[in-house]
């Protein structure tokens, strides 16, 4: 059973960065499509950022274009979501989540639906 644990939330100061992992155990991440999703408090889960299993193809909400950016290593079993010229409305709880969806689906769409296992979540937020 594929597990996943988000890292490397936490506190920082508008225009301030974080790099987010994504480990997963229990399977190997390579044949799985991967998205970053983040639901604030009253809000709806926003999908932010999918990538596809083999890296080839990205996929990101205008919310966040030009300011994260979405990688993996299957080496490590890991992706990641680097973060920049973050912003107060930033904050939220992230969750990654990965899901079978063949190259040949296109870039993996940024719908929770689409994904079948998901991370508990880890605290973003952005404050002076």
């Known amino acids: 059973q594929l597990q996943l644990e988000e890292s490397g939330g936490g506190l920082v100061q508008p225009g301030g960065s974080l790099r987010l992992s994504c480990a997963a155990s229990?399977?190997?991440?390579?044949?799985?499509?991967i998205g970053w999703f983040r639901q604030a408090p009253g809000k709806e889960r926003e999908g932010l950022s999918s990538i596809s299993a083999n890296s080839e193809l990205t996929n990101y909400a205008d919310s966040v274009k030009g300011r994260f950016t979405i990688s993996r290593d299957n080496a490590k079993n890991t992706v990641y979501l680097q973060m920049n010229s973050l912003k107060p409305e930033d904050t939220a709880v992230y969750y990654c989540?990965?899901?079978?969806?063949?190259?040949?689906?296109?870039?993996?769409?940024?719908?929770?639906?689409?994904?079948?296992?998901w991370g508990q979540g880890t605290q973003v937020t952005v404050s002076s």
């Open positions: 989540a990965a899901g079978f969806y063949p190259t040949g689906w296109g870039t993996p769409r940024l719908q929770p639906r689409t994904y079948d296992y």
């Open positions: 229990g399977a190997t991440l390579d044949s799985f499509a």
